[in-house]
């Protein structure tokens, strides 16, 4: 019988925790200020994940500076795709659901490329590294170093997050964006402005948790989409355009994945996450805490 | 009007006798590719059957395929081949009616990525069936030769073009496109919207169970992994955007084009194969979203 209450399992979904925190809030900026679902989330994280395992490799740099380096360039990526493809989307369709569909076909075709062009030049091959894989002793359990700072390294990244949208004045004109673009308009929000902002921002956010995640996991050019799915999960259970509710999400989605796992067996993981997927989308669209609903 | 129903019944005649002299001229090699052309262009035409003409894009038909294969080798051995082809089908489609009813009542995008979670669920799902009963892949030996898995394939290539082409004409077929232009416009008009969605999933959704079917005996081998594989979802949706429109010719034109490229490419190159592919599809969504069968209807237009 396992001891549900034992530390080590409270510490491994905290952490998780953390990462589909960190992955969801990119997507959720992404999503509430444009309306663009953008499923080439997770080979951000991918390509963040293969930036510090070679850091790391080539200069023995880890991952927790290399972290800096993927923010800047997954930020400047995502500046770069929103450039030169969404913003054409966004302009040229006439329907905001032919704009949604259009664009997830869009993005899907370019995580189709990341995820190929990775295996290409770097093989298929996962690939792992040996980082803070000491172990620290708290009172009665014991943890590598590495998940107790992923975990720190998450929660000041959210709680980060979390003031930059309730203190500074970009942070509020996005907010004022997601909550009620046409009056955001109206007061002079520079709408465009705001938008390459956010979708840069998203990306950065997941270039660094595709860093954090290299520490505790394999990289592979095929590890992304299971983190899309994850964050599609926590976003939808908190609600979507709900910053702070995507948090909560990620501590229901990572308690219900280790548990569930701990109860039954490691292959019932897939299982478990499609099916609350799934769960959630036809049956609980809205959230757990209310909003905005998908279904008519 | 009628006169349009006898001509497309004579070019799609022709069209299948001319596939079906293909084993009796051609070697293994022609017959495999032919095979795989006609594969795809029955994947995609009851693809359209649902995506195009509704709007709600699958990126799920993968699951059709796969639990159709699933069907077989559970058959394999007990029924003749012609009746488990049958029997998948029904399967699939029954499959379709169970899942139909919550799934369509998602919209647009979260449709696209639920179709997504559903074929991947799936797949999981039977991969732990699989170990649960002992079973690490299968081996299905003593069943039918190529030639005769061609020609289940090319009739069941031949049933989704016309699927296509009546339901494209039908009554039934406005109702979904005006389903797709606005479907609260379509309810206020009087289309029992959420009956005819049903249908159209369980209508694309039998077709790609038969396929499968056929298909896995082709590797005599079942694996999970391969035959759920999301690429396969992902070709039907490129072949589908680059073929382009809600009629019969479009995946046509694009099942031709994807063919060629598998057969330059997919053998030597598949990484580059798989980018070239992504690439086109981005291409097409962003430049061309009427696709090759939008083109070439310009062009023609623009002769007369």
Same mark, same amino acid.
């Given at each position: 019988?396992?001891?549900? =209450?034992?530390?080590? !399992? ?29 499923? &080439?989330? $997770?080979? *951000? ?27 800047? !360039? ?20 006439? /329907? ?23 295996? /290409? ?38 709680? #980060? &997050? ?53 520490? +505790? ?34 501590? %229901? ?44 | 009007?009628? $006169?349009?129903? =006898?001509?497309?019944? $004579? ?14 001229? $051609? ?5 495999? %590719? ?17 995506? #195009? ?22 058959? =394999?051995?007990? +029924? ?7 029997? &998948? ?5 029954? +499959? ?17 990525? !639920? ?13 732990? *069936? ?23 394939? !090319?009739? /069941? ?27 609260? &416009? ?52 490129? *072949? ?14 694009? #099942? ?49």
């Amino acid at each position: 019988m396992i001891d549900l =209450f034992s530390g080590q !399992l409270l510490i491994a979904a905290l952490v998780l925790a953390a990462i589909y925190g960190l992955v969801a809030l990119g997507l959720n900026l992404i999503y509430g200020t444009m309306r663009l679902l953008n499923v &080439a989330h $997770g080979e *951000i994280l991918m390509l963040g994940g293969y930036l510090a395992y070679w850091t790391f490799t080539l200069t023995g740099v880890g991952p927790v500076w290399s972290m800096f380096l993927a923010l800047a !360039l997954a930020g400047a990526f995502g500046a770069a795709v929103y450039r030169t493809l969404c913003r054409r989307v966004l302009r040229s369709s006439r /329907l905001i659901e032919q704009i949604e569909a259009n664009s997830l076909l869009l993005l899907f075709g370019v995580s189709i490329i990341l995820q190929n062009a990775v295996a /290409l030049s770097f093989t298929a091959t996962a690939r792992a590294y040996p980082y803070l894989d000491d172990i620290v002793r708290i009172g009665t359990f014991q943890v590598t170093a590495d998940r107790l700072v992923v975990l720190g390294i998450g929660l000041a990244l959210s709680l #980060a &997050a979390i003031l930059f949208f309730r203190l500074s004045a970009t942070g509020l004109q996005i907010r004022a964006l997601i909550q009620q673009p046409d009056a955001a308009l109206l007061v002079g929000v520079d709408v465009e402005r705001m938008r390459l902002i956010a979708f840069s921002l998203g990306f950065a956010i997941a270039g660094v948790a595709g860093c954090l995640i290299s520490m +505790l996991e394999q990289v592979s050019p095929f590890m992304g989409f299971p983190f899309t799915i994850a964050a599609f999960v926590v976003i939808i259970l908190g609600g979507l355009g709900n910053l702070a509710g995507g948090l909560a999400g990620a501590l %229901v989605l990572a308690a219900i994945e280790v548990y569930g796992v701990a109860l039954t067996t490691a292959s019932m993981r897939s299982i478990l996450i499609y099916g609350v997927f799934i769960a959630v989308l036809v049956w609980r669209p809205q959230g757990l805490f209310g909003g905005r609903s998908l279904v008519r | 009007m009628i $006169g349009r129903h =006898f001509r497309f019944a $004579g070019l799609l005649g022709v069209a299948v006798a001319a596939f079906a002299l293909v084993p009796r001229l $051609g070697g293994d090699y022609a017959i495999g %590719v032919a095979l795989n052309l006609l594969m795809w262009i029955a994947l995609t035409q009851s693809w359209v059957v649902l995506s #195009a003409m509704t709007g709600y894009v699958s990126l799920g038909h993968a699951v059709f395929f796969g639990a159709g294969a699933y069907v077989m080798v559970l058959c =394999f051995g007990s +029924l003749p081949f012609w009746l488990s082809v049958i029997v &998948a089908g029904a399967a699939t489609g029954a +499959l379709a009616l169970a899942v139909g009813y919550p799934c369509l009542r998602v919209r647009g995008p979260y449709f696209v990525i !639920l179709t997504f979670g559903l074929a991947e669920l799936v797949k999981f799902v039977v991969i732990n *069936i699989e170990a649960g009963l002992g079973q690490f892949g299968r081996l299905l030996f003593g069943g039918p030769g190529l030639a005769q898995i061609f020609y289940v394939v !090319l009739v /069941l290539a031949a049933l989704s073009v016309a699927v296509t082409w009546f339901v494209r004409r039908s009554r039934f077929g406005r109702g979904l496109r005006a389903i797709r232009e606005n479907e609260e &416009a379509a309810e206020t008009l009087g289309i029992d919207v959420a009956r005819f969605k049903v249908l159209a999933f369980a209508l694309s959704a039998i077709v790609p169970g038969m396929v499968g079917a056929a298909m896995v005996l082709r590797t005599t081998y079942f694996e999970p992994l391969d035959l759920f594989n999301p690429i396969t979802s992902f070709t039907i949706v490129s *072949i589908a955007i680059i073929g382009g429109g809600d009629d019969v010719p479009g995946p046509i034109y694009g #099942a031709f084009f994807l063919v060629l490229m598998q057969e330059l490419l997919w053998a030597n190159w598949p990484e580059v194969y798989m980018i070239l592919l992504g690439g086109l599809l981005v291409a097409f969504v962003l430049g061309v979203p009427d696709g090759i069968h939008g083109r070439v209807a310009a062009w023609r237009r623009s002769r007369r």
